[in-house]
């Protein structure tokens, strides 16, 4: 896995942001830069906050048991560490989600029901901040249909109430040994 190092700075051009991996390599950012707060005016070095983000968040979906590539698992933590760092806030749009029963989630992955939807279809999202009964999440299904006038992208900002929250639980192994 791609792990960050001191060399990695956010910055903006031609109205996106992106981040400088090292050795001609670049991150750009699916964000419009209209959603984006605190952008970089200069070169803005990956910070030892971004760094703790990512790693931890990599931790958890390594022990998640979510089958991702290494380059979609590279995608998703880039993905969660600018949402989390520059993404303006969202409003809640809880209304739109079924409420659960059982909820909450897994090792930051969850899925959401659409209210509107009688397809079955959910939601695959990683929680990348909770706040008290809240929760901001990042989309990581290709797309979700949440009712005939919207569908979301892959890596949209989402902001639901926990109670939303289907745990996400991957066939994992029983024990991981070293």
């Keep these: 896995m791609l792990l960050p190092n001191t060399n990695w700075f956010w910055y903006t051009h031609e109205n996106e942001l992106r981040l400088d991996l090292g050795h001609t390599l670049t991150f750009v950012v ?5 959603n984006l707060v605190n952008l970089p005016t200069d070169k803005q070095l990956f910070s030892l ?16 048991g979510l089958v991702l590539t290494e380059g979609q698992l590279v995608q998703v933590l880039l993905n969660a560490t600018a949402a989390l760092k520059f ?3 969202v409003c809640m749009k809880s209304w739109l989600y079924k409420a659960q029963s059982t909820s909450g989630v897994h090792c930051q992955l969850a899925m959401l029901e659409a209210a509107d939807n009688d397809n079955g279809e959910l939601g695959q999202v990683i929680v990348i901040e909770q706040q008290g009964t809240t929760a901001t999440c990042m989309l990581i299904s290709d797309q979700f249909v949440v009712s005939n006038s919207k ?3 892959q890596f949209e900002i989402i902001k639901v109430m926990n109670d939303r929250l289907i745990p996400y639980l991957a066939d994992i192994p029983m024990y991981k040994r070293a």
């Design 30 to 34: 699916p964000f419009a830069l209209k």
């Design 49 to 64: 906050e971004d760094t703790e983000h990512y790693v931890a968040l990599a931790e958890s979906l390594d022990n998640s």
């Design 87 to 89: 993404h303006k806030p």
């Design 151 to 153: 569908t979301l992208s």
